[in-house]
């Protein structure tokens, strides 16, 4: 028998807030020292009552995980749907990517996205269909970048020859060495070599700058 609207909705909205506690503990205190004890205390409940919601410290990140996919494919989608021209939704794919991988609220969940929940780990642990299914999700924002740079390619007879799959895939690398490099704060160490510490005078600025730089060259094909 399935179970009321009412009483499901109250669930999903529980959990959210279990998911919501889950990534202030690890925001504040980083993944490794997160824990279901911790966060049944955050989210106020009994363990017990926790793991009727969630049945470990891996579905937790899991869940985090899909949905910060979920979030950024919709902002992707968004900024990508309200651009006019092809080299306009470059840029706001572009763009979009970098602010949500830079937030300063998203770091770790950018971090968990990206450093957890391969597929091939979870082999033989009750999670494998599910981390499978969500990764299939996650590369729709592969799939609108390849729209994106496809049409704008194909708009370009200079550009023909180029394989838009390759540039696609190539650029999304670009993007996350990019975020990647500023969340690991390697942008501060740059302080200590005479030739690039001007980077690290204005780490945001040196992310816009390199952003730009990176705009301009997927639109001259310089990539």
């Known amino acids: 028998m399935p179970k009321p609207a009412r009483k499901t909705q109250q669930i999903r909205k529980i959990r959210k807030e279990i998911l919501e506690c889950a990534l202030k503990i690890i925001n504040q ?7 279901m004890r911790k966060l049944a205390e955050k989210a106020e409940m009994s363990p017990a009552n926790l793991y009727n919601y969630y049945s470990s410290k891996e579905n937790i990140i899991i869940e985090l995980d899909n949905n910060g996919f979920k979030i950024l494919y ?21 763009r979009e990517y970098i602010e949500f991988g830079t937030h300063p ?31 299939r999700k996650a590369f ?6 390849y729209k994106v740079i496809s049409e ?25 060495g990019l975020v ?23 780490t945001r600025k040196t992310v816009k700058k ?12 310089g990539l």
């Not at 989608?77 to 840029?91: F, G």
């Not at 609220?105 to 969500?134: C, K």
């Not at 390619?153 to 650029?171: F, G, Q, V, W």
């Not at 302080?191 to 204005?202: I, L, T, V």
């Open 210 to 221: 390199l952003t730009d730089h990176l705009i301009d060259s997927i639109i001259n094909g």
């Open 180 to 202: 990647s490099f500023f969340n690991n704060r390697l942008f501060n160490e740059l302080y200590y070599s005479e030739d690039f510490n001007q980077y690290a005078q204005d």
């Open 29 to 35: 205190e980083g993944i490794d020292n997160f824990s």
């Open 105 to 135: 609220e998203r770091v770790h969940q950018y971090n968990i996205m990206f450093n957890n929940a391969r597929v091939s780990d979870y082999v033989g642990t009750g999670f494998e269909a599910l981390v499978e299914y969500q990764t």
């Open 152 to 176: 704008y390619i194909n708009l370009n007879p200079i550009l023909h020859k180029k394989d838009s799959r390759l540039l696609t895939l190539r650029i999304w690398i670009e993007l996350h």
């Open 140 to 145: 729709r924002i592969l799939d609108i970048s």
């Open 74 to 94: 919709h902002k992707v989608k968004n900024a990508v749907n309200s651009a006019s021209t092809p080299i306009d939704k470059i840029k706001a794919l572009v």
